[in-house]
């Protein structure tokens, strides 16, 4: 079984710049979730989707933060203007269900910003 | 916010068992315990949950205790690969679905 994808692996950019992440959760998992993980510090969950909706979006901070999941399959998050405490490591994560399943991760973006 | 305590780091010789405790003193009844580790540059890897029970899997045993406030991962004969950050979580049931929240987590060093 394949597991979670994301491209790219790696992202350098220039603050104030925009930047947008991929990911192909496993085939069939209906729920994705986008985390955050700064340099020393565990996940953070920035945003949940069942299907093609948000469920919990309540620490994505919206003013420069965006996801989407159009048909309910592959995400996109996406960054604009990205600053420079935004460089961290993007993780995106899928499972079965909502309520009782495990999360399986890909292995990330690693994004610095300059 | 997380709801475990991890040490910091931990280390252990190679061939022997590693054993990570996680202290939850304010889990709720129908909140599972739940294990995954991070080796570098990667993504978090799951291990294993569970909820009252004690549970082994081909990776690691996990202990809970009675009162369920605190969890012991046991790998059995750990090995240079088993070099990784371990996450203890308390998988949240909230309104829109399970919630995952890590904290720091225990950095294991296995020794040659």
């Known amino acids: 079984e394949a597991g979670v994808a994301q491209s790219p692996r790696y992202k350098i950019i220039e603050k104030r710049q925009s930047v947008a992440f991929w990911c192909n959760p496993i085939s069939g998992h209906a729920t994705l979730y986008w985390y955050q993980q700064i340099l020393g510090q565990g996940p953070k969950l920035l945003i949940q989707?069942?299907?093609?909706?948000?469920?919990?979006d309540s620490q994505l901070p919206k003013d420069r933060f965006s996801a989407e999941r159009l048909k309910g399959v592959d995400s996109t998050l996406k960054i604009q203007p990205a600053k420079l405490e935004d460089s961290a490591v993007y993780l995106c994560a899928s499972s079965l269900l909502p309520y009782t399943d495990t999360q399986y991760f890909g292995p990330g973006t690693r994004l610095t910003v300059l | 916010d997380a709801k475990t305590t991890q040490p910091p780091s931990m280390d252990c010789a190679e061939g022997r068992a590693a054993n990570l405790p996680c202290n939850h003193s304010?889990?709720?009844?129908?909140?599972?315990v739940y294990w995954y580790r991070q080796i570098h540059s990667q993504g978090p890897q799951y291990i294993i949950h569970?909820?009252?029970n004690n549970e082994t899997n081909e990776m690691a045993s996990l202990i809970i205790t009675e009162d369920r406030k605190s969890s012991t991962l046991i790998l059995p004969h750990a090995t240079l690969r088993d070099t990784a950050v371990y996450y203890c979580i308390v998988r949240v049931y909230g309104a829109t679905g399970n919630q995952f929240y890590f904290g720091t987590g225990t950095s294991l060093t296995v020794i040659p």
């Open positions: 304010t889990i709720s009844g129908n909140e599972y």
């Open positions: 569970g909820l009252k």
């Open positions: 989707f069942q299907n093609n909706g948000v469920v919990d």
